[in-house]
């Protein structure tokens, strides 16, 4: 894949917005672009402390990451990955503040927590700017840079299915369904570098990396994954519980209900 350079995905911003528009408009939009083009999901990065909790499935273990929220199956030959979500409104976190942009994504995806060498992952990002709201659905083969779809509109509200499919260790396909509008976006992968080893299934939230540092974390109020669901039968009990605490501060609670269900709020 290539990826465009800065200075190309500045020109074309400025194309788009500039007739009419204001300064203030043109100056959104190249900013915006410039981040949609170093944007990448991590890896699972671990914090030291774990505990037990009851969760409305079983007793499930619970880790902490930076950057990670949500649930991991850990076994073997997984293929498929789904999850369906219902998109939330992003909020500035309290105490912060109307100039800064605030982000959080939904993601399922293949790998990432035991196996690090690759993630196969699609998702919805959302982000904040004072009272401007945005959606981005997108497709990632890490440790490559995620690429924005093209030809999908997504606001609060909608029904997002998500769903990852590994034909091999390095090829496969990404879908974003719009259930609410009826649209469907796809992106295949072909002779992938990186290999997956196909040992991790995730329904995840992320504060995820653009210039390579994690983004301002959104409050998304909370997301739940439906249907989640592993080679189309596979749910998510058992599933390793991950929480986000940054700076000591956990900002995450996530449970599972049910064998089909993930929950993620935002609690910072």
């Not at 369904?177 to 992968?189: A, D, I, L, P, Q």
Request: glycine fraction near 10%; charge should be negative; charged fraction near 15%.
């Amino acid at each position: 894949m290539q990826i465009p350079t800065i200075a190309t995905i500045l020109l074309c911003a400025n194309l788009v917005v500039a007739a009419p528009g204001t300064a203030m408009r043109r100056e959104r939009a190249a900013r915006r672009a410039a981040d949609r083009a170093s944007r990448t999901s991590n890896t699972l990065q671990p914090v030291e402390g774990e505990l037990g909790i009851a969760s409305g499935n079983d007793t499930a273990h619970v880790e902490y990451s930076s950057n990670w929220a949500g649930a991991v199956l850990i076994g073997s030959g997984y293929k498929t990955v789904t999850g369906t979500i219902v998109v939330p409104t992003p909020k500035v976190p309290s105490g912060g503040s109307s100039s800064t942009s605030y982000s959080a994504s939904a993601w399922v995806g293949i790998d990432g927590d035991t196996c690090q060498t690759a993630i196969l992952q699609t998702g919805v990002d959302f982000t904040v700017r004072g009272s401007s709201v945005s959606y981005d659905a997108w497709y990632e083969w890490y440790p490559d840079y995620a690429y924005d779809f093209s030809g999908i509109t997504i606001k609060a509200g909608d029904t997002i299915k998500m769903t990852v499919t590994a034909s091999s260790t390095g090829a496969g396909t990404a879908v974003i369904e719009n259930v609410t509008t009826g649209k469907t976006v796809s992106h295949s992968f072909s002779g992938e570098s990186d290999k997956l080893c196909e040992t991790n299934a995730e329904w995840i939230v992320e504060d995820f990396s653009s210039g390579g540092s994690l983004v301002s974390f959104a409050n998304f109020g909370t997301v739940t994954f439906t249907g989640a669901s592993v080679n189309s039968g596979t749910g998510v009990s058992g599933a390793t519980i991950i929480d986000i605490q940054q700076s000591n501060k956990v900002l995450t609670s996530c449970s599972t209900s049910g064998s089909s269900s993930v929950i993620c709020s935002y609690t910072g």
